[in-house]
C-alpha cells in the first residue's frame, strides 16, 4: 500500500525557518517524480515544489522561488522542503504527493494527510 | 487570481448531472493534459481525472472529463450526497514551468 507521511510542520516566526519531510513506502520511491502543494486556510490548492526521480529537474513556484528548496533521498525513501525567510501567506496545510508518471509531469495519484505548518510572531 | 479559472461553486439534486468547467490558456490547458482532483471536508485531495478524460481504478464511472482546446470539464452524472466536495482542475504550465491550479468549484447536492 501506498503511503506519504509527512513530519516537521508547526509554529514558526516570520522571518524563520523550518524543514519538512514526507517519509514514502509502499512503492519505489526513486522511480517517482515528487510534489509539494500547499493549501492555505479556507483556500484552494496551490502547488509549491516538484523534483524529478533522480533530482535532475527541480522547478519551484515564484511564490517561493529563492527561499523554499525541495530535495529528496532516495536511499531513505523521503521527500523534503526547506522553508527559509518565511511569511504570514505561506501559513498552510502542506502535502506531499507523488507523481503517477515515470516521464513527463501527469498527475499527483497519491497523497500524504498533510502537516500544518503556521507563520506568525 | 488562478491560473485556471473555475465556477466558485455548483449545485445540483441527487440523480442529477452537474458539469464543472476549468479554462485555461495556451501554455497550459491548451498543449498539456488536464488532470481534476476531489477533495471532501477534512481530507487530501483525491486524483480523480488524469490526462483529460482517464479515471484511476476505483472512481466510478458517473465521474468523466473531456478537453476541448483551453478549456476542460468534468460532469459528474446521477448526482449522490457523497459527491458534495471541492473540485479543482490542474494542468501544467509551460511558461510558468510548473503545475497551476484552477481555484475549486464547491459542489453542493440540494
Known amino acids: 500500500e501506498v503511503q506519504l507521511v509527512e513530519s516537521g510542520g508547526g509554529l514558526v516566526r516570520p522571518g524563520g525557518s523550518l524543514r519538512l519531510s514526507c517519509a514514502a513506502s509502499g512503492f519505489t520511491f526513486s522511480t517517482y517524480s515528487m510534489n509539494w502543494v500547499r493549501q492555505a486556510p479556507g483556500k484552494g490548492l496551490e502547488w509549491v515544489s516538484t523534483i524529478s526521480r533522480w533530482s535532475t529537474y527541480i522547478y519551484h513556484a515564484d511564490s517561493v522561488k529563492g527561499r523554499f528548496t525541495v530535495s529528496r533521498d532516495n536511499a531513505k525513501n523521503s521527500l523534503y522542503l526547506q522553508m527559509n525567510s518565511l511569511r504570514a501567506e505561506d501559513t498552510a496545510v502542506y502535502y506531499c504527493?507523488?507523481?503517477?508518471?515515470?516521464?513527463?509531469?501527469?498527475?499527483?495519484?497519491?497523497w500524504g494527510q498533510g502537516t500544518l505548518v503556521t507563520v506568525s510572531s | 487570481q488562478s491560473v485556471l479559472t473555475q465556477p466558485p461553486s455548483a449545485s445540483g439534486t441527487p440523480g442529477q448531472r452537474v458539469t464543472v468547467s476549468c479554462s485555461g490558456s495556451?501554455?497550459?490547458?491548451?498543449?498539456?493534459?488536464v488532470t481534476w482532483y476531489q477533495q471532501l471536508p477534512g481530507t487530501a485531495p483525491k486524483l480523480l481525472i488524469y490526462t483529460n478524460d482517464q479515471r484511476p481504478s476505483g472512481v466510478p464511472d458517473r465521474f468523466s472529463g473531456s478537453k476541448s482546446g483551453t478549456s476542460a470539464s468534468l460532469a459528474i452524472s446521477g448526482l449522490q450526497s457523497e459527491d458534495e466536495a471541492d473540485y479543482y482542475c490542474?494542468?501544467?504550465?509551460?511558461?510558468?514551468?510548473?503545475?497551476?491550479f484552477g481555484g475549486g468549484t464547491k459542489l453542493t447536492v440540494l
Open positions: 490542474a494542468a501544467w504550465d509551460d511558461s510558468l514551468n510548473g503545475w497551476v
Open positions: 504527493s507523488r507523481d503517477r508518471s515515470l516521464g513527463d509531469p501527469s498527475a499527483f495519484d497519491y
Open positions: 495556451n501554455s497550459n490547458i491548451g498543449i498539456n493534459t
